[in-house]
């Protein structure tokens, strides 16, 4: 069961292609996207970067379009950002500009660390018409309707872990969303990682508040906001003791017997030898390096022995007056309020946010070998989604397969459990349940066979309650009756042989009148033995193999 269990999160969530079978990067039909995919020209910056130094204020790292050396699929070519320690920066015009009059936006692109991450970024600017840019890290510019001022509005940092993503080597997938009803949604390789709204999870918030701080009020003078004081009529008293040190040696304690003060705690080892290039002039005087002493090993310590320190119970410190409540103290003064004048409420923010012109990059890295690929807008993640089937999920897949750890089952199933969680889970039961019901099965209880299959017998049983017209009698099973019978009959046997030979016996020796004389004796005995049967029989009722018995010597005696 665990070895299906294992099988189907390989075959399902991680090992759905061969290496050899990998799909390569296709052309996209326009009839699959909203907006049509185009090749672009990329414009690498020449510009100054304000406020720096000459030495770091030029855009001058370098960019390549090309097969990246750990590519995983044949020719595909993507952008690298190919130095460190240097300001990149590069951009393309779009075709015409995205308005924000549409119910989705959705902006995607592939980033691979190839070399792992140490000081740097890998974020997307969308850039406006106006000199300003609509930053998505996700960092959104928003002008001011009154004051026309540009201002960062940043969206709460991810709490998930995505530490990993930034050195694993691997090509991920970054999704933004942006909806008409001011929500937005992030996706790390299509796993929603944050979700929230322009008018709640901005900061600061998109609507400035409607009242702010007076700056033209001061808290006066007399404000004390101290909510404690010292207490000037406390005193030190007399028996304080500032110099009293903390730790005191203790005169109690005595030396252990057998310690030994002659011997030191560490000797040289004798078995290292001064090397044959030491320079005593350039290297100074060699000591041999130092190793605990043998001979202290059973003792209870070595060299000179002292007094130990204790904690000095007279202690107390220097002294200091106490704390008491501030009977002046009203409060932390607060500026007065007053009515903001840039006071605007926007409730579509998303509809207020200004056309994109341009997509481009703006980056410092302390790491080189940056890869970007496959950037896409689009109005629909759906679209967006089957895009990164084609692309992204056939390029994991081949990274995947590439990796010697990709050969471990662990790690596969430890993958698709980041990756598809519910999907592992969802295994896990589908496959559990069938091995508990097959444990249940073995381990339960044995049932008895019903009453009804047994022989129908005329014996009283135990669950019928006996009535007055009933004699007390035993309760026999069959077999046990079929025993009986047969005991019975060897014990009449018997008793016929002997009878015999009594018979034999006696008939020779006696007269005939004695011989009538028995005959009538016996005769006499039968009856009384007779009537005795009959008076036992109104008493108690015989059982059938008794009656039988006895039929059976009356017959003989006969």
Request: net charge negative.
């Amino acid at each position: 069961m665990c070895v299906l269990f294992v099988l189907l999160c390989l075959i399902i969530g991680t090992f759905a292609d061969d290496a050899k079978d990998v799909e390569k990067k296709k052309v996209y039909p326009q009839s699959l996207f909203d907006l049509s995919s185009h090749y672009f020209k990329l414009v690498s910056s020449l510009a100054k970067k304000d406020g720096a130094d000459e030495a770091i204020a030029k855009y001058d790292g370098q960019w390549a379009v090309e097969i990246e050396g750990t590519a995983a699929l044949d020719n595909d070519y993507s952008l690298v950002l190919k130095s460190k320690a240097k300001h990149h920066a590069i951009a393309t015009k779009l075709s015409r500009p995205i308005r924000f009059d549409q119910n989705e936006l959705v902006v995607q692109y592939e980033v691979k660390f190839a070399n792992g991450i140490d000081c740097g970024g890998a974020y997307l600017k969308l850039i406006s018409d106006s000199p300003h840019l609509d930053l998505f890290h996700f960092i959104v510019r928003y002008k001011n309707p009154k004051t026309g001022e540009i201002e960062e509005k940043h969206a709460k940092k991810v709490t998930s872990d995505i530490d990993r993503y930034f050195s694993d080597k691997r090509t991920h997938l970054y999704t933004l969303v942006l909806r008409s009803d001011n929500t937005f949604e992030r996706y790390i390789d299509q796993v929603k990682v944050q979700s929230g709204s322009l008018l709640k999870d901005m900061e600061p918030p998109i609507n400035p508040p409607a009242e702010i701080d007076d700056p033209n009020d001061k808290r006066p003078d007399d404000w004390d906001e101290r909510e404690t004081i010292v207490d000037s009529n406390a005193s030190k008293p007399d028996d304080w003791d500032e110099d009293a040190p903390e730790y005191i040696t203790d005169e109690t304690a005595t030396k252990p017997e057998g310690w030994l003060d002659d011997e030191p705690e560490m000797v040289p080892d004798p078995d290292v030898e001064k090397p044959k290039d030491w320079d005593s002039e350039m290297d100074g005087e060699w000591e041999a390096p130092l190793i605990k002493n043998k001979n202290c090993e059973n003792a209870p310590g070595c060299g000179e022995w002292h007094k130990p320190q204790i904690k000095n119970p007279n202690y107390k410190g220097k002294w200091s007056a106490p704390l008491i409540p501030n009977p002046a103290f009203r409060g932390i003064w607060k500026p007065a309020k007053i009515p903001n004048p840039n006071y605007f409420k926007d409730e579509e923010p998303f509809k207020g946010l200004t056309p994109v012109s341009a997509v481009g990059m703006e980056l410092w890295s302390m790491t080189e070998n940056i890869v970007f690929d496959n950037f896409l807008i689009v109005d629909s993640l759906h679209a967006a989604n089957e895009f990164a089937r084609e692309t992204w999920v056939v390029k994991s897949d081949a990274e995947r397969l590439a990796d010697p750890k990709a050969h471990s089952v662990v790690d596969a199933v430890r993958e698709t459990y980041k990756e598809k969680p519910f999907l592992v889970f969802g295994i896990g039961l589908a496959c559990a349940i069938p091995l508990l019901l097959c444990l249940w099965y073995m381990c339960r209880p044995a049932t008895r066979a019903p009453v009804a299959v047994h022989k129908k017998t005329d014996a009283l049983s135990p669950d019928d309650e006996p009535t007055k017209y009933d004699a007390p009698r035993s309760v026999n099973t069959p077999r046990q009756k079929v025993d009986a019978n047969e005991d019975e009959e060897e014990e009449a046997d018997e008793e016929e042989e002997e009878e015999t030979e009594d018979d034999l016996v006696r008939v020779p020796t006696s007269a005939s009148g004695d011989v009538n004389t028995a005959k009538v004796a016996s005769g006499k005995a039968d009856l009384e033995s007779d009537s005795n049967e009959e008076s036992a029989a109104t008493k108690t009722e015989p059982s059938q193999s008794e009656k039988q018995t006895v039929h059976k010597r009356r017959s003989r005696k006969e």
